[in-house]
């Protein structure tokens, strides 16, 4: 199904939906225009197909949007870790970076952990951004520990996508860990536009108190 999928997507384009992708997502690959419920089907049609998942790079963005999904269905651990770190290196946005919430990491944090720190040191921004959204996903509940959160937050980059993914980390830990995410804050060691971000998604939640939320404005750069 795979060799004929370009005609499959095409069959569900939309010349607006394409127009208001292209202004959002910046990426070398031609988006046809194919909203993220058909993607789904058709991810699900072609079920674990490894010939389509190890044909890379693709053509077009919603053939990565599609492997996204199929990896994200993926069971068994060790075999979506291999080809979602292949993935990976072709990813260039951040839709198909967050669009990637494989289902097997939940129950392997401890094999994902060896991962993460690959991702971080990559320098690959979008390895880099799936990394700490990992660590956001699923290190600030029962799995929460304080070196975490600093992992995220001594990360040097250039990258705006980088940079929005650890403002973005640190106000759901503002959220879930508020004692040792405030103190981030209030140090102020922060690059200015990560600090500022932080402090404005952390603002913007309904699941922060109106309290909370003034002292935050407060410590805005």
Request: glycine fraction near 2%; aromatic fraction near 14%; charge should be neutral.
């Amino acid at each position: 199904m795979y060799k004929d999928l370009s005609n499959i997507l095409n069959q569900y384009k939309s010349d607006d939906f394409k127009l208001f992708q292209e202004r959002l997502i910046k990426t070398v690959y031609e988006i046809i225009g194919v909203k993220t419920p058909d993607l789904k089907r058709i991810a699900k049609e072609i079920g674990n197909d490894y010939e389509f998942m190890n044909n890379l790079p693709h053509t077009y963005f919603e053939e990565n949007q599609v492997h996204a999904f199929i990896l994200s269905n993926l069971k068994d651990f060790d075999s979506a870790i291999v080809l979602i770190d292949k993935f990976l290196n072709f990813v260039d946005n951040w839709a198909t970076c967050d669009q990637l919430c494989p289902k097997s990491f939940k129950k392997n944090k401890d094999k994902l952990l060896v991962y993460i720190d690959m991702w971080i040191k990559s320098y690959h921004p979008y390895k880099m951004r799936f990394a700490i959204k990992c660590l956001m996903s699923y290190f600030l509940d029962d799995d929460y520990d304080i070196k975490y959160l600093y992992k995220v937050v001594d990360i040097e980059s250039d990258e705006y996508y980088v940079n929005m993914m650890i403002a973005w980390y640190l106000s759901v830990a503002l959220v879930k860990r508020w004692d040792d995410a405030i103190k981030v804050i209030e140090d102020k060691g922060l690059d200015k536009f990560i600090h500022n971000k932080a402090i404005q998604k952390a603002v913007e939640s309904f699941r922060i108190s109106d309290e909370k939320k003034a002292y935050l404005k407060m410590l805005k750069k």
